[in-house]
C-alpha cells in the first residue's frame, strides 16, 4: 500500500516525542518560573500578614495570649461582637430568602435593577455606610431625635447604631448566593409539589430549602464572617465607649492605638482564626458540593 | 500529500489509547476515521495534527518524518468539534488569523490576505459574513467559517474531528453533501473523525473503522459494509444477529440442519454466523429450509421486517422480507440465509 | 402592589409576601439612608458647597486615593492574572492552599490585616527594620497604602478572570497552534483577548473597593494630611469635628463613584454578553 516509501528518516530531535511540550501548555521552564511568582507572591502578600497576627499574639507565650483575652474590656468587645453577628446575621438570612424567592422564582419588570440594588452595599465604602446611618438616625437629626425623645432609643453611637451597620455591610452575603443556584433551579420542583397538593409554606420547607442548603450555608458563613470583622462602617458610629460599644475590631484599634499589641494582635488572631475556620469551610463547600453552590468565587 | 502512519501507539498513563497503528492515506483521498467513542479514533487524528504527542511511532507527511515537527510547523488544517473560533475576533479576523500570524518572510500583505479572505468566504457560501462576530452565526455557518479560517493556511492536509457532530439532523446533511462537493473541487487530503456509520459511508473514498486503539477494516463503504472483516465491524456497521453454529468438515451446521454457506476457511468447531436481515429469506416451510416460528411483525419505513425464532427457539434474528411472501404471527416458517460472515467463537 | 402587567403569572405562591419585604427592607436598610446622604449635600448652598470640594486637603486626599487605587489595581491586573492563569492551569503542590489563600483578604478582618502589615512594614518591623538602614519606609508613606491596597484588591481581579479561565475551551487555543501561531502569540491575541471583560470587571472592582477601603489602610498610612491622608479618613475627620455637611460632601462625592463604577461594570457585561456570547 506504501507505494512512496518514504526513507526512514534519522531521529532529528533528541527529545522523544512523547515528552514534547502539549501545544497548549508552555515549556516546563516558563510554568516553573511562573509558579515561582505566584507562590511568593501570595506569600509575601497574603500568607505572611496572617502569620504575623499569630506570631504578634504569642509574642509573650500562650499565657500572654490568654491573659489578654481574659482582659474584660477584650471579654466584653466579644459579647459585644457576637450579640452584633446573631441579630445581623438572621436579619440578612431572612432577607436573603425573601429577595432570593422574589427574584428567582417570578418574572417582573425590573428585577435587574433589584438585583443591582441588592448588591449595592458591596461597592460602598463601609465609611460611608456608616456615615449614612449617623446623618439619617444621630440624635441631632429628626428621626433620631424623635426616637431618642419618645423612647429613649439611642441609636448612634449606641448598640443600635452597630447592629444597623453591620447590617448594611453584610446585606448582600445571602440573597446573592441564593438566587443565582434558585434561578438555575427553575420552578419545576416547586411546581411538582403545589400540583401534589402542597402548600405554599410546605413546597417552600419541603422542596426548595433543602435544594439550596448548601449555598444558603455558605452565604451565611461569609456574611458572618464580614459581620463579626466590619470594622470601619462600626467605627464610624460606634463611639467607641469602652465596655459598652467596642467590638472586637474596634478593641484591636484602641489596644493598638495604646501600643498593648498583644493586647490587639490576641484578639486579632481570635478574628483571624474565624476567617481561617470560614476559608476552610467555605473551600470545603466548593469541593464537596460545588453544583449546590452557583455563586462560587463571587463576592 | 500522502500520509503515512508508521506504527503509532499512544499510552495515556496505563492506558493505551492505541497500539500500533498503521495507515497510508493517498493523496486527494477523503478517509473517515469510524469507531466508537474510546476507540481511539480523535486521539489518532490529533496526533496527525501535532496536537499530541504518540508514545511511539512515526508520522510521515509525503516523504518527510514530521514526527518530531511541532504543530506550527506541520502545516495541517484542523476543524474542532466546537468549531474553536475566536470569539472576540469577527469572521474576517477569524479567516486572517492564520496569514497574519507568520513569520514576516512569509507573511503576506494586508491586500493580498482581504483577497484571500474574500475568496475563502465565496467558497464557503457566506461571502457577507465578514464583519460578524462567531456568535452572530449559526451552528452551520460557524462550521464553515472554521474551515475557511483552516484552509486560509493552504494546509498540507485537512482534518476534521467530529465535524458535524454539534449540529441537528438536516442541517448536518446538507453539510456532509456541500463538504463533499467542497473537497472534489480543492482535492484537499483530508480525514474526519466520526462516530456515524452513515456519515462515513455516505462521505468517504475509505473508511478506516477502529475499536479499543486498533484499526479493525479499512476499505471502501461497500468493503465495509458487504464484506465486514471482523465481528466487531459485523456488529457496528449496518445489522446483524449471532447465530451459534457448528463447523464440520467444511459444512455449517445449525442444531444439526446444514446451511448452504460456506465456511470460508473456518476451522472445524463451534462458531458464530453474522446474518443481517437483507439477507434472509422467508418462505412455507419446505425441505432445505431452517425451520422457524414467526414471532414478531413491523413495519420499518420501507420495509417489512419479521423476527423469527430459529429451531428450537432460543435464537432470534431479523429478515427483511417483501410482498410476495405470506408470513403470519406465530406460524411456521421456511429460513433461507443467502449470506453470512462467519468467525471462530470466541 | 404588583399588577398583571408588572409581574408575568405563576402557580408559585408568595410573590407578594416576598416581594413586598423584600423592597421594604432594601428601602429601610440601603435606600432611605443613602438618599438621606444626598438630600444633605444638596441643602447645602452652592457656594458652601464649592469651598467644601475645593477644599485643599480634600483635593490632596481624592488624588492620593483615586491616584493609589489606580496603581494598586492596575499592579494586581497582573499579578492577578498570572496568579489565576498559574491556579488555573497548572497542577502543583499547595496549590489548593494557595487557590484558598486568595480569598484571605475577603475573610480576614480590614482591622486585622491593617495592624498585621503594619507589624510587617513599619520601621521595627519584620520587614521594615532591614528596609531602614536603606532610608526606605513603607509603612507611614504612600507605599504603605499601595501594598494594603495590593492586599485587599487582588481577589477581586482573580475571583473574576478565574472561572472565565476554566471556562475558557482549550480547542481554541489548540486552534491557534494548528493556524502556526507561537504560545506567545496564542497568549496575547486569543487567550488574554478573550479574559478582557473579566479582567476589566475585575479591575473596576478592585479600584472602587480601594477608593473605599478604611481598615486595612488607617493603620499603615501615617494619616498625614495632604500626604498619606486618604478621602474615608478625611470623612471621619469631618465627623469628628461635627462637620456633618462637610463629611456628607466627601461621602456624595465616593458614593457617586460607587455608582458609576456599578453602571460601568454592567454595561461591559452587557456589551461582552452580546457580542462574544459570555460575560
Known amino acids: 500500500m506504501v507505494d512512496t516509501a518514504p526513507a526512514v528518516a534519522p531521529s532529528l530531535a533528541a527529545v522523544p516525542p512523547s515528552r514534547r511540550v502539549a501545544p497548549t501548555t508552555e515549556p516546563r521552564l516558563v510554568r516553573g518560573v511562573l509558579i515561582a511568582i505566584t507562590a511568593t507572591f501570595l506569600s509575601v502578600f497574603l500568607l505572611f500578614p496572617l502569620g504575623v497576627v499569630f506570631v504578634e499574639a504569642f509574642r509573650n507565650g500562650t499565657a500572654g495570649f490568654l491573659s489578654a483575652l481574659a482582659d474584660p474590656q477584650a471579654q466584653s468587645a466579644i459579647r459585644l461582637t457576637l450579640l452584633v453577628a446573631a441579630i445581623a446575621v438572621p436579619c440578612n438570612i431572612v432577607f436573603g430568602v425573601a429577595a432570593a424567592w422574589a ?14 440594588l441588592i448588591d449595592l452595599p458591596f461597592s460602598v465604602s463601609p465609611v460611608v455606610a456608616g456615615l449614612v446611618y449617623v446623618l439619617l438616625l444621630g440624635s441631632n437629626t429628626l428621626i433620631g431625635g424623635w426616637l431618642q425623645e419618645s423612647f429613649g432609643l439611642r441609636v448612634i453611637f449606641a448598640v443600635p447604631g452597630i447592629v444597623l451597620a453591620t447590617i448594611f455591610v453584610t446585606f448582600p452575603f445571602v440573597a446573592r448566593e441564593l438566587i443565582p443556584l434558585m434561578e438555575q433551579q427553575g420552578n419545576g420542583d416547586e411546581e411538582a409539589a403545589l400540583s401534589l397538593g402542597a402548600s405554599g409554606l410546605q ?43 467596642v467590638t472586637m475590631p474596634l478593641h484591636i484599634e484602641l489596644a493598638y492605638n495604646e501600643y498593648a499589641s498583644v493586647s490587639a494582635f490576641s484578639v486579632a488572631a481570635l478574628l483571624a482564626g474565624l476567617a481561617l475556620v470560614t476559608l476552610v469551610v467555605k473551600t470545603f463547600l466548593e469541593w464537596k458540593y460545588a453544583d449546590h453552590i452557583a455563586g462560587t468565587g463571587r463576592h | ?32 476515521l469510524l469507531g466508537p467513542s474510546g476507540s481511539g479514533k480523535t486521539t489518532l487524528l490529533r496526533i496527525i495534527a501535532g496536537l499530541e504527542f504518540p508514545t511511539r511511532g512515526q508520522v510521515f507527511f509525503g516523504p518527510d518524518d514530521a514526527s518530531h515537527r511541532s504543530v506550527q510547523e506541520r502545516n495541517v488544517g484542523f476543524v474542532f468539534q466546537h468549531y474553536a473560533l475566536f470569539r472576540h475576533m469577527t469572521v474576517y479576523d477569524n479567516i ?43 451552528g452551520g455557518q460557524r462550521q464553515r467559517i472554521a474551515l475557511a479560517r483552516a484552509l486560509a493556511i493552504e494546509p498540507k492536509v485537512l482534518l476534521l474531528d467530529e465535524p458535524f457532530g454539534a449540529l441537528d439532523a438536516r442541517v448536518r446533511k446538507d453539510l456532509r453533501r456541500w463538504l463533499r462537493e467542497l473537497h472534489d473541487r480543492t482535492g484537499h487530503t483530508t480525514v474526519f473523525v466520526t462516530h456515524d456509520q452513515d456519515e462515513a459511508m455516505e462521505l468517504a473514498d475509505r473508511v478506516v473503522v477502529m475499536s479499543q486503539g486498533r484499526i479493525e477494516q479499512l476499505g471502501t463503504p461497500d468493503d465495509i459494509y458487504d464484506r465486514p472483516a471482523t465481528p466487531f465491524v459485523y456488529d457496528f456497521i449496518g445489522e446483524a444477529f449471532r447465530v451459534p453454529v457448528e463447523v464440520s468438515g467444511g459444512a455449517v451446521l445449525f442444531e444439526g440442519n446444514r446451511l448452504d454457506l460456506p465456511a470460508q476457511g473456518v476451522r472445524d468447531g463451534r462458531a458464530t454466523l453474522f446474518v443481517r436481515p437483507e439477507n434472509v429469506s422467508l418462505a412455507p416451510p419446505a425441505d432445505g429450509l431452517l425451520p422457524a416460528q414467526v414471532e414478531i411483525l413491523r413495519r420499518a419505513g420501507a420495509r417489512r421486517r419479521a423476527e423469527v425464532a430459529l429451531g428450537a427457539g432460543a435464537i432470534r434474528i431479523e429478515a427483511d422480507y417483501g410482498a410476495g411472501v405470506e408470513v403470519a404471527l406465530k406460524q411456521p416458517v421456511g429460513v433461507a440465509i443467502r449470506e453470512a460472515g462467519i468467525f471462530p467463537a470466541a | 402592589m404588583p399588577s398583571a402587567t408588572f409581574r ?26 443613602i438618599a438621606g446622604l444626598y438630600v444633605q449635600t444638596f441643602t447645602l448652598d452652592w457656594a458652601e458647597l464649592w469651598r467644601i470640594l475645593t477644599d485643599r486637603r480634600l483635593l490632596a486626599a481624592l488624588q492620593l486615593s483615586f491616584g493609589l487605587s489606580l496603581l494598586a489595581a492596575a499592579f494586581n491586573v497582573v499579578f492577578g492574572l498570572v496568579v489565576a492563569w498559574v491556579l488555573t492551569r497548572y497542577s502543583f503542590p499547595g496549590r489548593r492552599i494557595l487557590d484558598a489563600a486568595i480569598d484571605l483578604p475577603f ?12 507589624a510587617i512594614y513599619a520601621p521595627n518591623g519584620i520587614i521594615g527594620q532591614w528596609l531602614a538602614p536603606y532610608g526606605i519606609r513603607i509603612a507611614y508613606t504612600q507605599a504603605g497604602i499601595f501594598i494594603a491596597l495590593v492586599f485587599i484588591g487582588l481577589p477581586f481581579i482573580v475571583r473574576t478572570v478565574q472561572p472565565v479561565l476554566e471556562q475558557l475551551d482549550r480547542e481554541v487555543e489548540e486552534a491557534s497552534a494548528t493556524l502556526g501561531a507561537s504560545r506567545l502569540r496564542t497568549i496575547f491575541q486569543v487567550v488574554l483577548p478573550t479574559l478582557a471583560p473579566a479582567t476589566i470587571t475585575g479591575f473596576a472592582l478592585a479600584f472602587a473597593r480601594a477608593v473605599g477601603e478604611y481598615g486595612s489602610v488607617i493603620f499603615i498610612a501615617g494619616n498625614l494630611p495632604g500626604k498619606t491622608e486618604i478621602l474615608p479618613l478625611l470623612i471621619v475627620i469631618r465627623l469628628e469635628e461635627y462637620n456633618y455637611a462637610g463629611a456628607a460632601a466627601i461621602a456624595a462625592i465616593m458614593l457617586t463613584l460607587s455608582f458609576v463604577i456599578l453602571v460601568f461594570v454592567n454595561i461591559v457585561h452587557a456589551w461582552s454578553q452580546r457580542r462574544f456570547g459570555h460575560g
Open chain 1, 103 to 116: 427574584v428567582a422564582k417570578f418574572e417582573f419588570r425590573g428585577k435587574t435593577l433589584l438585583v443591582s
Open chain 1, 203 to 245: 413546597t417552600f420547607w419541603r422542596t426548595t430549602l433543602p435544594n439550596v442548603k448548601w449555598a444558603l450555608l455558605y452565604g451565611v458563613l461569609l456574611c458572618n464572617a464580614r459581620a463579626m470583622g466590619e470594622f470601619g462602617a462600626v467605627a464610624v458610629l460606634s463611639g467607641k465607649l469602652r465596655g459598652q460599644t
Open chain 2, 1 to 32: 500529500m500522502q500520509l503515512d502512519i508508521r506504527d503509532i501507539a499512544k499510552d495515556f498513563g496505563a492506558t493505551a489509547a492505541l497500539h500500533g497503528v498503521d495507515l497510508t492515506i493517498r493523496s486527494g483521498e477523503l478517509i473517515a
Open chain 2, 96 to 138: 486572517a488569523f492564520g496569514l497574519r500570524v507568520r513569520p514576516s518572510a512569509t507573511r503576506p500583505g494586508e491586500a493580498e490576505i482581504r483577497k484571500k479572505v474574500e475568496t475563502l468566504l465565496d467558497l464557503v457560501q457566506l461571502p457577507e459574513y465578514g464583519k460578524r462576530f462567531p456568535a452572530q452565526l449559526s
Open chain 3, 8 to 33: 408575568t403569572p405563576s402557580v408559585i405562591p408568595g410573590f407578594r409576601l416576598a416581594f413586598g419585604f423584600t423592597i421594604a427592607y432594601l428601602a429601610v436598610i440601603v435606600l432611605i439612608p
Open chain 3, 107 to 118: 475573610a480576614l478582618p480590614t482591622a486585622v490585616a491593617g495592624i498585621a502589615l503594619t
